[in-house]
């Protein structure tokens, strides 16, 4: 007999911000449970924007208290493919990729493995400045924390 285990299910927006490349950087994340809209956002100020998109996962994801199933919208390609293609080759090679160069923004895939093995995550793709209400929401908060630190 196997115990099904019972976790909360929410939807997750993400995106991430850079004015300049690198540049001050914004992030945010949209968590919707129930009926409840939580909006989560942060900057740095020397960044670029693939650590913006991963923070913004990073952060959501940590934000969470207990393991949960989640739907997780982001408009970056970089994210979604590295989390679902590329760390299980990068992580065997021992963080590396082909021609034994080091993975760039290794600290955050790391910290992104990490978070992810707490959590069942379907990874949808949402086309950038579309239209999608959540990502244009998301998009427009990261937008304004980059532009915090100009």
């Not at 670029?48 to 970056?76: F, H, P």
């Not at 069942?120 to 630190?149: I, M, T």
Request: charged share 25%.
């Amino acid at each position: 007999m196997t115990d099904k285990v019972t976790r909360k299910h929410l939807h997750i927006y993400t995106d991430g911000s850079c004015l300049g490349n690198p540049g001050p950087g914004g992030w945010a994340a949209l968590l919707h449970y129930k009926g409840h809209k939580k909006m989560l956002v942060g900057n740095a100020s020397d960044t670029t924007n693939n650590r913006m998109e991963l923070t913004a996962v990073i952060q959501a994801l940590e934000t969470l208290t207990a393991s949960c199933e989640v739907d997780l919208y982001t408009d970056s390609k970089y994210v979604m493919d590295g989390a679902q293609k590329w760390m299980i080759n990068w992580k065997a090679k021992g963080w590396m990729r082909s021609k034994n160069e080091a993975v760039k923004n290794v600290d955050l895939w790391q910290a992104l493995d990490q978070v992810l093995a707490k959590h069942l995550v379907h990874w949808h793709w949402v086309k950038g400045h579309s239209g999608h209400p959540e990502n244009e929401a998301v998009d427009e908060a990261a937008r304004n924390q980059a532009e915090l630190l100009r």
